[in-house]
């Protein structure tokens, strides 16, 4: 059934359909129902994309930055994204704003993000968000900030959360709550945030905004050392011996088993 579904898609495809050769492209690259042919997959691709299929200049722009089929090519992945992020492609839309903003064009990267953001795209927003926080191409604006940072965080965006969580526990745009702030650095803290692990584990260290639970302290210490760098990985480095040093040994080997088990666990989603 699949592979009469390909030789239609495949038909149209060749009588110049470019959404039926965006179809037959991603078959051939993913390999459904049909041999995976990545070559054939770019091909086709590019058919489509030059007929002006949004997605298919997306996906060829992505191979093109990642080498994926095709030498890297920095400029040919701007332009096909660009083609897509005009017509309105949100996931080209952020691209080309992280893009810009890397290369310090806080101009371009405000245009692109703000088209991405408004569409519901949360790393755009989580970025956007982080330049009215810090006043990158715009005045600073707290509020502004902690706004983009909330519907970035409600989608899930673990780098939002945190900053989110940041504006709570100093007031910076919102009024000032430590059990909110708490709440936040724990869900990003969850999905494996670094500098969230580390700003958990300092809340139970003190009791704030949480029981003060040195178990849970060390946990979190623990695995921000693990995966943090620079400022995140000292502070969680420096939290592990204060709360070991509150600790009974039975309860800093349960502290070690809870990390353990957090990471067997974090594998696990990974490998789903």
């Given at each position: 059934?699949?592979?009469?579904?390909?030789?239609?898609?495949?038909?149209?495809?060749?009588?110049?359909?470019?959404?039926?050769?965006?179809?037959?492209?991603?078959?051939?690259?993913?390999?459904?129902?049909?041999?995976?042919?990545?070559?054939?997959?770019?091909?086709?691709?590019?058919?489509?994309?030059?007929?002006?299929?949004?997605?298919?200049?997306?996906?060829?722009?992505?191979?093109?930055?990642?080498?994926?089929?095709?030498?890297?090519?920095?400029?040919?992945?701007?332009?096909?994204?660009?083609?897509?992020?005009?017509?309105?492609?949100?996931?080209?839309?952020?691209?080309?704003?992280?893009?810009?903003?890397?290369?310090?064009?806080?101009?371009?990267?405000?245009?692109?993000?703000?088209?991405?953001?408004?569409?519901?795209?949360?790393?755009?927003?989580?970025?956007?968000?982080?330049?009215?926080?810090?006043?990158?191409?715009?005045?600073?604006?707290?509020?502004?900030?902690?706004?983009?940072?909330?519907?970035?965080?409600?989608?899930?965006?673990?780098?939002?959360?945190?900053?989110?969580?940041?504006?709570?526990?100093?007031?910076?745009?919102?009024?000032q709550d430590d059990r909110e702030a708490a709440k936040w650095f724990r869900l990003a803290a969850e999905n494996g945030e670094p500098r969230a692990q580390s700003l958990l584990a300092s809340a139970y260290l003190h009791g704030i905004g949480v029981p003060q639970d040195f178990v849970e302290a060390y946990k979190w210490s623990n695995l921000s050392a693990a995966s943090a760098s620079g400022e995140a990985r000292e502070a969680g480095s420096t939290i592990r011996p204060i709360a070991a040093s509150k600790m009974?040994?039975?309860?800093?080997?349960?502290?070690?088993?809870?990390?353990?088990?957090?990471?067997?666990?974090?594998?696990?989603?990974?490998?789903?």
């Amino acid at each position: 059934m699949q592979t009469s579904y390909f030789q239609r898609k495949l038909r149209n495809a060749e009588d110049g359909d470019s959404a039926a050769q965006f179809a037959v492209a991603a078959m051939l690259d993913a390999g459904s129902g049909v041999p995976q042919d990545k070559a054939e997959a770019l091909k086709w691709y590019r058919k489509s994309a030059e007929l002006g299929e949004s997605k298919a200049q997306l996906l060829l722009g992505w191979k093109y930055e990642s080498g994926e089929g095709v030498p890297r090519d920095s400029r040919q992945a701007a332009y096909w994204c660009r083609l897509a992020a005009e017509q309105g492609e949100v996931s080209a839309q952020a691209i080309l704003g992280l893009s810009a903003d890397e290369r310090r064009d806080y101009d371009e990267a405000l245009k692109w993000y703000r088209l991405a953001a408004g569409q519901g795209e949360p790393e755009a927003q989580a970025r956007l968000g982080g330049m009215y926080s810090k006043g990158r191409g715009v005045p600073q604006d707290h509020a502004e900030a902690a706004s983009w940072f909330r519907k970035a965080a409600a989608q899930g965006n673990a780098m939002a959360q945190a900053e989110l969580g940041m504006s709570l526990a100093t007031g910076d745009g919102v009024k000032q709550d430590d059990r909110e702030a708490a709440k936040w650095f724990r869900l990003a803290a969850e999905n494996g945030e670094p500098r969230a692990q580390s700003l958990l584990a300092s809340a139970y260290l003190h009791g704030i905004g949480v029981p003060q639970d040195f178990v849970e302290a060390y946990k979190w210490s623990n695995l921000s050392a693990a995966s943090a760098s620079g400022e995140a990985r000292e502070a969680g480095s420096t939290i592990r011996p204060i709360a070991a040093s509150k600790m009974t040994v039975a309860q800093v080997a349960q502290a070690q088993d809870r990390t353990r088990d957090w990471m067997d666990a974090l594998e696990k989603r990974r490998q789903s």
